[in-house]
C-alpha cells in the first residue's frame, strides 16, 4: 500500500524521517499550504486536505503529521475526519526507541526517537509520545493523547482522552489526569487533574478549567 502524510510541518518532517529509517517511503504529503523548503522535493505535494475524500482507503494508508502544541485538538479533529472517510493510520516507532513490552496495537501510534515505553503500557488510538519521553510500567494512554519531549510517566500513570502532557512535565505514579486536560511544560503533578483542567508549576495547581465536550 503507499503511504500518504497529513501536514508538513514540523512533526511531519519528524515523522517522514522516522518513516524512511524504517524503509517506508511515503508518495506525498497532502496539507493546507504548500510545504516550505525545508521539506524534501522528492515527496511531493498532492494538495490540500479536501484531496483526502479522494484517496482510496483500500490502497492508501496514511499518517498523522500534526503534531499538538499546547493542546491535542486539531491532531484529533484530523483522525477523526479521516477515520469517518474509511481511511486507516499506520502506526510509527523510531528505531532508537525503547519498547520493553509489545509493539503498540492501536491504530495510528506514534513512538519518536529515544522514548522509553516500559511493561504493561496500555496506548488509544492516535496517541503520540514524543522524543525522550519515558512512559513507565502499567500507564494508560487514552486516545489522541501527547506525552510531550521529555516528559516522564511513573508506573501506573492514566492519561485520559486528549491529555496534553507538555515537554519535561512530571507525573509521580498512580496519578489520574482527566479527558482533556493539558499539563504545562516542567510541571510535577503529584495529585489528579480534573478533566478540562490546565495545571502549571512544581507541584502543579489548576490555572483553568474549561468545557472538554
Known sequence: MDTVILGAGGHARVILAALLLRGVRPIGCLSPVAPDSGWPSEIGYLGDDSRLAELD????????????????????KLFEW?????????????PTAII????????GVQV???????????????????????????CRIGAHGHVATGARLSGG???????????????????HVG??????????????????????????????IRNTR
Open 57 to 76: 482507503p483500500a490502497r492508501v494508508r496514511i499518517i498523522n503529521g500534526v503534531g499538538s502544541v499546547g493542546e491535542t485538538l486539531l491532531r484529533r
Open 82 to 94: 479521516a477515520k469517518a472517510l474509511g481511511h486507516t493510520f499506520l502506526s510509527i516507532v523510531h
Open 100 to 107: 520493553i513490552d509489545h509493539q503498540p496495537e492501536a491504530e
Open 112 to 138: 519518536m526517537a529515544g522514548a522509553i515505553i516500559q511493561n504493561g503500557v496500555v496506548f488509544g488510538p492516535n496517541v503520540l509520545i514524543n522524543t525522550g519521553a519515558i512512559v513507565d510500567h502499567d
Open 157 to 175: 500513570v492514566e492519561l485520559g482522552i486528549g491529555v496534553h502532557l507538555g515537554t519535561g512535565a512530571s507525573v509521580i505514579q498512580g496519578i
Open 179 to 208: 479527558d482533556g486536560a493539558i499539563v504545562g511544560a516542567g510541571a510535577v503533578v503529584i495529585r489528579d487533574v480534573a478533566a478540562g483542567s490546565t495545571v502549571v508549576g512544581n507541584p502543579a495547581r489548576p490555572v483553568a
